[in-house]
């Protein structure tokens, strides 16, 4: 069982919002704690079908970091053919998925990356998430991303930052940027 150095309790992590971040949020917290030899896992639901820059930054932070990919891409925009059936099978194999990362133990932190997109669009259930956060260690750590993030899972949550977009770049027909977006 991993033991925390310094902390007497898990906490509850939500990053929220409408602007850009909060992914960048949670890998900043992972870096930090794999600077204290700590071990992260990072499960992403929604995304899936693109690369993306973090995919291959953190096969540098192995062994302390996993990262495992569940979604199928983005549910209803740009490139998603897929019913929504699949999303929705592909979102509910990825909490059972969490659920066994969460409990077994070898984690001191577990993100949950575009979980409350999930959520909000109706893939898994958040009276599912609660359960989840109400069954994890008491020392674990628990990282939930994403925007839209329901009441009940900010209420459940130690702390809760909201990302606010006040200043974008695709404002002035700047596209995404690698290594900035993705």
């Given at each position: 069982m991993?033991?925390?150095k310094?902390?007497e309790?898990g906490?509850?992590i939500?990053y929220?919002g409408?602007g850009?971040?909060k992914?960048t949020?949670?890998?900043?917290l992972?870096?930090?704690?794999?600077?204290?030899d700590e071990?992260v896992?990072v499960?992403?639901f929604?995304k899936?079908?693109?690369?993306y820059g973090e995919l291959?930054?953190?096969?540098?932070?192995?062994?302390?970091?996993?990262l495992y990919?569940?979604?199928?891409g983005?549910v209803?925009?740009?490139d998603d053919?897929?019913?929504k059936?699949?999303?929705i099978k592909?979102?509910e194999e990825a909490l059972?998925?969490?659920?066994?990362?969460i409990?077994?133990?070898k984690?001191?932190?577990v993100i949950l990356?575009?979980?409350?997109?999930?959520?909000?669009?109706d893939?898994i259930r958040v009276?599912d998430?609660?359960?989840?956060?109400?069954?994890k260690?008491?020392l674990l750590?628990l990282?939930?991303?994403g925007?839209?993030a329901?009441k009940?899972?900010?209420?459940r949550?130690?702390?809760?930052?909201?990302?606010?977009?006040?200043?974008?770049?695709?404002?002035?027909?700047?596209?995404?940027?690698k290594?900035?977006?993705f």
């Amino acid at each position: 069982m991993i033991e925390k150095k310094f902390e007497e309790k898990g906490l509850v992590i939500v990053y929220t919002g409408d602007g850009k971040g909060k992914t960048t949020a949670a890998l900043g917290l992972c870096v930090r704690a794999v600077g204290y030899d700590e071990k992260v896992c990072v499960i992403q639901f929604i995304k899936g079908s693109w690369k993306y820059g973090e995919l291959d930054g953190i096969k540098r932070l192995a062994p302390n970091v996993e990262l495992y990919q569940k979604g199928l891409g983005f549910v209803g925009i740009i490139d998603d053919k897929l019913d929504k059936s699949e999303h929705i099978k592909a979102a509910e194999e990825a909490l059972n998925f969490c659920r066994e990362k969460i409990t077994d133990g070898k984690y001191n932190i577990v993100i949950l990356d575009e979980i409350n997109v999930a959520i909000h669009l109706d893939l898994i259930r958040v009276g599912d998430v609660l359960a989840l956060i109400d069954d994890k260690p008491e020392l674990l750590d628990l990282v939930l991303t994403g925007r839209n993030a329901k009441k009940e899972i900010m209420e459940r949550a130690d702390l809760v930052t909201e990302m606010r977009e006040i200043k974008h770049p695709f404002q002035k027909g700047i596209m995404a940027q690698k290594g900035i977006d993705f």
